[in-house]
């Protein structure tokens, strides 16, 4: 199965409402990244957390990282109809970053 | 600076022709990885490149697939005797080094298989 695994695999709120969705992983990382991926396009990076850290920001975006449990959860704040997107988390394992079927996110205006 | 740039956008391939995907890189990337998206599906990788050199083709079909990362120009993904199956999105990402750096995705190109 995928290095990483997203969950749940989709998501419908009301604008305005917080979005969290989890990753889990299998083997030992160096770093864990989460990827937007609007519906036909390519995938963007959002955010990039190393091993040794616990959490990190950006903007409306919060991550956090717990390497005992192999598992990271991004959280986006205030959600707009604008995010409505599947994310996708990655780690640098060997295969070059490897990806679950990621967690489709709607948010309904 | 010009983000990673894949072409065509979309090819359209009659079963049993060739299929040459192209990637351009980030400039100052070295490295680049393809990863195949069926629809409804998550992304899987297939091949690892850095420049003249195939490091991690673990993901690539046997059959058909081939990858290269010439000194001079683009990646490139080749596919023969393209099957109905073949029909995908196929990404292509780049990045400075391995490991510790995020992967720049491209647009990716579209192949249907008719």
């Known amino acids: 199965s995928q290095q990483g695994e997203e969950d749940p695999q989709a998501l419908s709120i009301q604008e305005g409402e917080n979005a969290t969705m989890n990753c889990s992983y299998k083997?030992?990382?160096?770093?864990l990244q989460w990827y937007r991926q609007n519906s036909g396009r390519g995938l963007v990076h959002l955010i990039l957390?190393?091993?040794?850290?616990r959490e990190k920001h950006s903007g409306r975006l919060r991550v956090t990282l717990d390497t005992s449990k192999k598992s990271s959860s991004l959280l986006i704040t205030a959600s707009r109809a604008a995010d409505t997107a599947s994310y996708f988390c990655?780690?640098?394992?060997?295969?070059?970053?490897?990806f679950g079927t990621g967690t489709r996110l709607k948010v309904l205006a | 600076n010009a983000g990673v740039m894949q072409n065509p956008r979309h090819l359209v391939r009659r079963r049993g022709q060739e299929a040459r995907l192209r990637c351009s890189p980030m400039?100052?990337?070295?490295?680049v990885y393809w990863y195949r998206q069926l629809p409804e599906e998550g992304l899987k990788f297939m091949v690892y490149?850095?420049?003249?050199?195939?490091?991690?083709e673990s993901g690539m079909p046997k059959e058909r697939f081939s990858a290269e990362f010439p000194k001079e120009g683009p990646s490139i993904l080749r596919i023969q005797q393209v099957v109905r199956g073949d029909s995908a999105a196929y990404f292509c990402?780049?990045?400075?080094?391995?490991?510790?750096?995020?992967?720049?995705f491209g647009p990716g190109t579209r192949l249907t298989v008719t």
């Open positions: 990655a780690t640098d394992s060997t295969q070059g970053g490897i």
């Open positions: 400039k100052g990337h070295s490295h």
């Open positions: 490149l850095q420049k003249e050199n195939i490091i991690d």
């Open positions: 957390i190393r091993s040794n850290e």
């Open positions: 083997t030992s990382i160096n770093n």
């Open positions: 990402a780049s990045s400075p080094q391995r490991g510790r750096s995020e992967q720049y």
